[in-house]
């Protein structure tokens, strides 16, 4: 499986090195959010932002975080991985194209965002209006990402047809579903830019706002899928591999990856609970669907544990101590076992914001941004890093500086995190909201008492959080120039000793894919009907 | 050869039962759980997400509000009475609502501009968050039991003001 993958590695050089410059912006957005979002802070005059700065702090985040690092380094990380796994090259000529396309989106997006006319958040529900290059340049960043998604499904469209009767190694099975679900969850936002936001953002067209929503979190959820997907496809890849076992079930592991295929869309409503103007037998259906989605997190939860287990006894370990005989001070395995544990408890707390009733409670608080971090903040910071530093040997040929520093990283993050997401989980249950900088600095009413200190300790989470953050950084392009060891091999190994398991309904996506689109017309066309029967309500663009 | 599976069985192999039992335990655990929020629905109706909803142009309801408004300035709302309430970019209008306890009074919320948020927060713990929607209206029936003052507070972000959109509910004896 030796071959060149010149084309690919100069992509995913530069899609993975943006994505860690991307990665220190947002970080010190985050960093500034956090301490101005916490009262009675004395903060040093230049750290004090006034509400437009932080709103499009905020929005740059969100965009920058959320939406661009997920996408440079997905397509990056996949266009390392897929050819070495398959022994096939990408077209060189999509690689290009595609790149060409996300940077001028991103670039558009970017000025729009940091010009200051665009602070409408990376939600940016409509009727608030955003700068037109704001649409246009997320749009543009999308379809960027399908050119690259062609490139990829085209080259598994050949690897298949030349190994007829194999099973599709499990990293790229993993790669796959991440495209897949990503295709799923930018249709609708495609539709919603062309048809609401950018004649609304242009022409001053009005729109209606429930149904803008209702696109925007068709779009959204799934969305969440594809910033994890690629995370569950390394914890099924690199821990058995660095464990030296296989994975306790290879066919589970597929028919997780499944699971997300056909139920990760048709669930956006379970952000629309309290919304008016969307039935409650709709609203039910959807909730019921997200708890469906949650069979496939434990499947993979219970099927790793296993795989760590496994690991860990024929490491020398016992009933209990296999724990300690997991290698922990890789920085690469301790990286993807923090993103577990920390997804553990995310993944936990997310079951509860679908509860249909106890959403009532948490909307829009500061609990919901409790639960974010434990999942896609930390899927980010600690989940593609870990990787990312792997990478820094095998894919820019350099090593790691400081692998000590390395390590240090994703434990420190597990410190900030758990303090920050726990404070703001009580703040929110409290009533604290979220997207708001510190109320009683900006002139506004005294703030309860329960949220004082609650929100002062998440900026000391935020704090630890941003340092490590900042280690991820230094620690990259210190690597870079200076060069230094390999952590880890992402790679897969040359002579792999067995091949993997072909399950004839296991490789059948076309079948998967129509399931999808099934479930997906099920979940929204009730949805739509009934916003389109009743007439929609258009209302006038309004600035920030 | 490198290609194939040591044991070629594997391939052909059905699931192992172990893996059936995680599947079945796992949809089990779904299904419990979407059973028990459905069951809540029944069981707790008054901590309910309203169901009653209707259009309306935001201008128009702006204007209803702001003539509430004017009329109730000040003084405790009499039951029977219906109350608008509207969202704009940043206040609430009215800003503050006289209520007696233990009176069910009908709620009309909506928005004369973007999407808002309507977080009601009280001492007692009281915690409550809906989205207001501009062209759509929710009608609620709010009852408190004891006197006390609640915050409105709008948590979704609809613009520059965001921070400062607070309004008031004094619940009298
Ligand atoms: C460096 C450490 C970080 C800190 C201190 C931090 C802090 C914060 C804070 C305080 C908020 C809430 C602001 C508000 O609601 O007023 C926020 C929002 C958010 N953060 Fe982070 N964050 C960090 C890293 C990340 C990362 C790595 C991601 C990645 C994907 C991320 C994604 C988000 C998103 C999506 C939001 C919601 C934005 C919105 O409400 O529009 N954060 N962050
Ligand atoms: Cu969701
Ligand atoms: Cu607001």
């Known amino acids: ?544 | 050869m490198a290609i194939f599976p040591r044991k070629l069985e594997e391939w052909y192999k059905p699931l192992a039962s172990v893996d059936k039992t995680w599947i079945a335990a796992s949809v089990v655990i779904a299904l419990v759980m979407a059973t028990t929020t459905l069951a809540w629905s029944f069981a707790d109706p008054s901590h309910q997400v309203p169901t009653e909803t209707f259009e309306v142009a935001p201008a128009e309801f702006r204007e209803m509000a702001s003539s509430f408004a004017d009329k109730y300035r000040g003084s405790t709302i009499p039951e029977g009475t219906e109350i608008y309430l509207a969202a704009v970019q940043w206040a609430w209008i009215p800003k503050e609502l006289r209520l007696k306890a233990g009176v069910t009074y009908k709620v009309v919320i909506s928005s004369g501009d973007v999407l808002h948020g309507f977080s009601l927060i009280g001492d007692d713990g009281t915690v409550y968050n809906l989205m207001v929607m501009p062209g759509m209206a929710y009608v609620m029936y709010i009852k408190f039991d004891k006197p006390g003052v609640y915050e409105i507070r709008c948590n979704e972000f609809c613009g520059l003001g965001h921070q400062g959109m607070v309004g008031r509910i004094i619940v009298e004896g």
């Open chain 1, 1 to 544: 499986m030796t071959g060149s993958y010149g084309v690919e590695d100069r992509f995913a050089r530069i899609t993975i090195t943006f994505s860690v410059l991307l990665l220190l912006l947002g970080g010190i957005f985050g960093l500034a959010q956090v301490i101005n979002r916490a009262p009675y802070f004395e903060l040093p005059s230049f750290l004090e932002v006034s509400p437009k700065t932080y709103y499009t702090f905020l929005t740059g985040h969100g965009v920058f975080l959320a939406v661009a690092i997920p996408i440079f380094w997905i397509t990056g990380f996949t266009a390392y991985l897929a050819p070495r796994v398959l022994g096939k090259n990408l077209r060189g000529g999509l690689l290009r194209l595609s790149l060409l396309m996300m940077f001028a989106g991103a670039i558009m997006a970017a000025a729009a965002i940091l010009s200051g006319r665009s602070a409408v958040l990376y939600t940016f529900y409509a009727p608030l209006k955003a700068h037109p290059l704001f649409y246009l340049g997320a749009a543009l960043l999308v379809l960027g990402s399908w050119v690259f998604a062609a490139a990829f499904f085209l080259q598994y469209l050949e690897w298949r047809r030349e190994n007829r009767g194999r099973g599709t190694p499990i990293a790229v099975y993993g790669l796959l579903t991440t495209f897949i679900v990503w295709i799923e969850a930018t249709v609708p936002l495609v539709i919603d830019v062309l048809k609401n936001l950018l004649p609304m953002s242009l022409f001053g067209a009005k729109v209606d706002a429930l149904e803008a929503r209702t696109w925007f979190w068709f779009f959204g959820h799934p969305l969440v899928y594809f910033w994890l997907l690629p995370i569950v496809t390394l914890w099924y890849y690199m821990i058995p591999k660095m464990l030296g076992v296989r994975i306790f079930s290879e066919k589970m592991a597929r028919v997780a990856f499944i699971m997300f295929i056909i139920a990760s869309t048709p669930v956006g409503l379970h952000h629309q609970l309290v919304d008016p103007g969307v039935s409650a037998v709709y609203k039910y259906l959807q909730v019921l669907l997200t708890l469906v989605v949650a069979s496939p997190s434990l499947l993979t939860a219970f099927n790793i544990l296993a795989t760590m287990e496994m690991g860990g006894k024929a490491r020398g370990g016992g009933a209990l101590s296999w724990i300690l005989k997991q290698p922990w001070g890789n920085p690469v395995y301790a990286g993807l076992a923090v993103t577990f544990i920390v997804f553990g408890i995310g993944g936990l707390t997310g079951i509860i914001n679908a509860g249909y009733q106890l959403n009532l409670l948490v909307h829009n608080t500061t609990w919901i941004v409790g639960h974010f971090h434990m999942t896609v903040a930390t899927i980010v910071a600690v989940g593609y890093i870990a990787a990312t530093y792997s990478l820094l040997a095998e894919l820019f040929g350099k090593g790691v500086k400081w692998p000590r520093l390395a390590l240090a990283q994703p434990y420190l993050w597990l410190v900030g995190i758990l303090i920050f997401s726990f404070s703001y989980y009580i703040a929110g249950m409290e009533g604290a909201p979220r997207r708001m900088l510190n109320i009683e600095g900006a002139g506004g009413p005294p703030i309860p008492s329960e949220w004082i200190y609650t929100l002062q300790l998440g900026a000391v989470g935020g704090i630890v959080m941003s340092a490590s953050g900042a280690l991820a950084v230094l620690v990259f392009f210190y690597s870079l120039l200076r060069g230094g060891i390999a952590v880890a091999r992402i790679a897969p190994n040359p002579h792999p000793e067995e091949g993997d398991p072909y399950h004839p309904l296991l490789e059948n996506w076309r079948l998967w894919i129509a399931v999808a689109i099934v479930l997906i017309l099920v979940a929204y066309i009730p949805t739509f009907y009934e916003l389109y029967s009743r007439g929609l309500a258009p209302v006038s663009p309004v600035g920030v």
